[in-house]
């Protein structure tokens, strides 16, 4: 349990949260205000979005925890959205920004149909809102699991907390909230995680002479976390960085082509000491922790013990404060998805703004809920964001990268691919979480993608193309 102090600093910091977004939706003017703050952000901004949303509080738990269990091999999670910065921010970030300026895009789905048909665009929106129902789920569960170490609640009731302030500060603020907030909460994360972090974990054990004489030979196997899940994580990460529509809404919201890849490549950087800090703090509890089981956060534990007043209520305020920029980019993204690729492109092209504007707040508050149920489903942070990744990655990838670098391409080919590919993902994890058989039991990305590379290949290859 923490202090008067920390405790203060950690409410406060909700309390502002709130505020924030109050303030922001009274800024608000527009459908684009509330979904890509106008497109007039610059680089550090973008920077910030990217590492909020990608990287957040869920990612440096997950590796932290993973370090801790596995060693040193826990640091692959966050390696893998480092490559997948790159990689976007050399390949897609221009492209994506030029084609967002040209055709006015708010949305992942909308970029899709700017090359293939409309029933394309609907089965990568029904992908999108599921994969980001679960990105956002893994933030929450995250949350969860820091308010539970923090308050002494069981995991229900922290996850109920965390959630209902997460929805309120999302549904109300939007993505220029969002952009309010990133700074501050990034560089309270790069502080605490490694300005502050590491040299306390150093005066407390953690090491590098304890690390090779306290820990277990299998801490510094590169693999030790295990080969097939690390093979997965390495396609399905950098893969889902092409596909995953808060890339591409965070490309619309740069100010120009300049600041969109910039921005991507700071992000990469800044990404750098988080894979160094996360790790090291999981190897110092690994040490000050010998025998004990994980829960799924042993930060929260390690930040409680070791850190003194004040700065331990910091950094417990930064790691909730990137829980809570992730989760409000991945809710506020499925909801542009529902007001946006459904409603206003099928439903009701003429709708007007301002009903367009409550519909997506209401839709906000209703993916909130959904990732929540989730989050209280299945408590394993980086199992929910791998099925997520798997789920964006297997289905979405080859379409996209097709429309991207082909001149000729084929509606019917993106079409099939994405939906038989999804189906395969989501029934592949059913029989595997049924137990059907031990086949089953392998990662659902591998079957996902063979089926999507096929489907698109042969119906490509057969049927009638048309170009750009």
């Known amino acids: 349990m923490l202090g008067l102090i920390d405790t203060g600093i950690i409410i406060t910091y909700l309390a502002l949260m709130i505020a924030i977004g109050v303030y922001a939706s009274r800024r608000q003017n527009s459908v684009e205000d509330y979904f890509v703050a106008g497109g007039r952000l610059g680089s550090f901004s973008i920077a910030c979005l990217w590492l909020a949303s990608w990287v957040g509080g869920a990612a440096v738990i997950g590796a932290t925890t993973k370090a801790f269990e596995f060693g040193i091999s826990g640091g692959w999670y966050t390696i893998c959205l480092l490559i997948g910065c790159l990689l976007f921010g050399f390949f897609f970030a221009v492209r994506v920004k030029r084609e967002g300026s040209k055709h006015n895009l708010l949305t992942y789905p909308e970029f899709i149909e700017t090359r293939y048909d409309s029933r394309t665009r609907i089965v990568a929106t029904i992908t999108t809102i599921i994969a980001y129902i679960g990105y956002a789920a893994g933030q929450l569960a995250a949350a969860g699991a820091v308010l539970s170490t923090l308050l002494g609640w069981d995991y229900s009731s922290s996850l109920l907390l965390a959630s209902a302030i997460i929805v309120v500060y999302t549904a109300t603020g939007g993505f220029l909230a969002i952009a309010y907030t990133d700074w501050v909460q990034i560089t309270l994360l790069l502080v605490g995680v490694v300005i502050v972090g590491i040299p306390i974990s150093i005066a407390n054990g ?19 976390w295990g080969l097939p899940t690390m093979l997965a994580l390495g396609v399905s990460i950098p893969l889902a960085f092409f596909v995953a529509m808060d890339c591409y809404t965070r490309m619309f919201a740069a100010k120009d082509e300049a600041a969109a890849k910039r921005g991507t490549y700071l992000a990469a950087a800044m990404l750098v000491p988080l894979v160094i800090g996360s790790t090291w703090l999981g190897l110092t509890a690994a040490i000050l922790y010998p025998g004990v089981e994980s829960e799924g956060d042993i930060l929260s534990r390690l930040i409680i013990d070791i850190f ?16 809570m920029s992730t989760a409000d980019i991945c809710i506020l993204t499925a909801a542009a998805n529902g007001s946006r690729d459904i409603y206003q492109r099928y439903m009701n092209p003429d709708v007007e703004p301002k009903k367009l504007f409550r519909l997506s707040m209401a839709l906000a508050a209703g993916v909130g809920v959904a990732s929540a149920l989730m989050a209280w489903q299945m408590q ?4 929910i964001l791998l099925l997520a990744f798997t789920v964006n990655a297997a289905a979405l990838f080859v379409p996209t990268i097709a429309m991207v670098s082909l001149e000729n391409v084929n509606n019917g080919a993106a079409f099939w691919s994405i939906s038989l590919a999804l189906f395969t993902v989501v029934a592949w994890y059913g029989a595997s979480v049924m137990k059907v058989a031990p086949v089953f039991q392998s990662d659902p990305l591998w079957p996902g993608l063979i089926v ?17």
């Not at 953690?206 to 306290?214: I, L, M, N, P, R």
């Not at 394993?380 to 199992?383: A, M, N, W």
């Open 206 to 224: 953690g090491t590098v002479e304890a690390f090779a004489t306290s820990l277990p030979a299998g801490h510094f196997n590169p693999i030790g």
């Open 452 to 468: 999507s590379i096929v489907v698109f290949s042969v119906i490509s290859l057969t049927g009638q193309r048309h170009t750009l």
């Open 308 to 323: 003194p007043v004040g700065l331990k209520g910091l950094l417990l305020v930064g790691l909730l404060a990137a829980l």
């Open 380 to 383: 394993d942070i980086v199992g």
